[in-house]
């Protein structure tokens, strides 16, 4: 095995559900699990979820749900996203359950001849997708002519709602317009993570929770679900005035002791936290972990670190730790390169191994 891998604890994965279930007033969760489940590995997390107890999963392409489909995957997947009409058939042949925001979708999906549960979705605010929110009776009617769609649920998606509770209240607002319009009898959603950690998931039947599954969200006792581990693959003692890696953006100072940990930016490491961002081990015999800076660039393959001291091959280092630490975690590396944990998350390179651990022992294995 390569010496370089994600570590994902279900445990970590089950304390997220069932804190933002709660949040959500026992609402029914929607787990999303698109782009790889937000670079964790969509398979082992979708199934754990299911196992938890998620109403279904949620993802952005067909092809994601495909792979949930041919890896045992029989509980509902809901397709995110304004479905083209050139995806209907996808949608029948993986049994998914399509967003609808146009009639030429409902044309192409009615025409299959096959019954199909569909979630209608409604523009109140995002500007991105969904039916306009005042059409919502014109819509019923329309949809009572598709002999083979059945509405299964009705939902709209937040603009802003980590930010600007004013527009979030405008859109709550505006989705229960929706919701006089079609009245009761639909599974209605609107929640994402901060929509269900801000508003109690609006009383509604279900929310849609991504990144705060994952736990890439600090302040609400949410808990990162990965770390990124590696063992260095070289460790020496340079002297004073050695430039380390390309564009030489790092010279020694003094003798130090420098390790080349085997990820980079092909990982998913990104190439911008150069000289800012930190790793951890923890010395032997030592209670606390040592904060060590990435020294030099980030490669694509590789990333040099500055120690206190030597230590062996078989040193394990967080690369990424399982918190919010502003220099260490996918929250940080976000934080200093201007993003969203968002996107380091889901740029988790799949050349990562991902092992799945459940009380502390190794369940799973993917890569
Ligand atoms: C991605 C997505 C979500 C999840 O959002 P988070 O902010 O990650 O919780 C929910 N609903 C829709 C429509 C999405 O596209």
Not at 38 to 54: M, S, T
Request: hydrophobic share 45%.
């Amino acid at each position: 095995m390569r010496p370089a891998w994600l570590e994902v604890s279900l445990d970590a994965l089950a304390h997220n559900f069932h804190l933002l279930k709660e949040k959500a007033n026992g609402a029914q969760v929607i787990g999303v699990v698109k782009a790889n489940a937000y670079g964790h590995g969509a398979v082992e997390i979708g199934k754990e979820l299911l196992r938890l107890g998620a109403w279904g999963l949620a993802v952005a392409t067909p092809q994601e749900a495909r792979a949930l489909r041919e890896a045992g995957v029989v509980g509902r997947i809901l397709l995110l996203g304004s479905l083209h009409p050139e995806q209907a058939q996808a949608v029948a042949e993986l049994e998914l359950i399509p967003s609808i925001s146009t009639l030429q979708s409902a044309e192409a999906l009615n025409a299959l001849g096959k019954p199909i549960p569909v979630h209608l979705e409604f523009d109140t605010g995002l500007g991105r997708s969904g039916f306009p929110v005042e059409e919502a009776h014109l819509v019923r009617e329309r949809f009572a002519q598709y002999e083979n769609l059945l509405i299964q649920g009705i939902y709209s998606h937040f603009a802003d709602a980590e930010e600007n509770a004013r527009w979030t209240e405008e859109q709550i607002e505006r989705f229960m317009e929706v919701r006089r319009a079609f009245g009761p009898g639909y599974f209605y959603h609107l929640c994402n993570t901060a929509g269900t950690l801000g508003f109690g998931g609006c009383g509604l039947s279900a929310v849609r929770p991504g990144i705060g599954l994952y736990g890439l969200l600090p302040g609400w006792g949410l808990r990162p679900i990965a770390r990124l581990l590696a063992k260095p693959t070289q460790v020496r003692k340079l002297p004073a005035g050695y430039r380390i890696g390309y564009g030489g953006l790092y010279t020694t100072q003094v003798e130090e002791w420098i390790a080349t940990l085997p990820v980079g930016y092909a990982d998913g490491i990104p190439r911008l936290v150069f000289n800012r961002a930190t790793v951890r081990y923890r010395p032997p015999g030592s209670a606390e972990p040592l904060a060590c800076p990435v020294v030099g660039r980030v490669s694509m393959d590789q990333i040099t670190v500055r120690l206190p001291e030597a230590v062996g091959l078989d040193q394990v280092f967080e690369v990424a730790t399982a918190d919010h630490d502003p220099t260490s975690s996918l929250w940080g590396w976000a934080e200093l390169t201007g993003t969203v944990s968002y996107e380091p998350a889901v740029r988790l390179s799949p050349r990562l191994a991902r092992v799945y651990l459940r009380g502390g022992v190794e369940v799973a294995r993917v890569g």
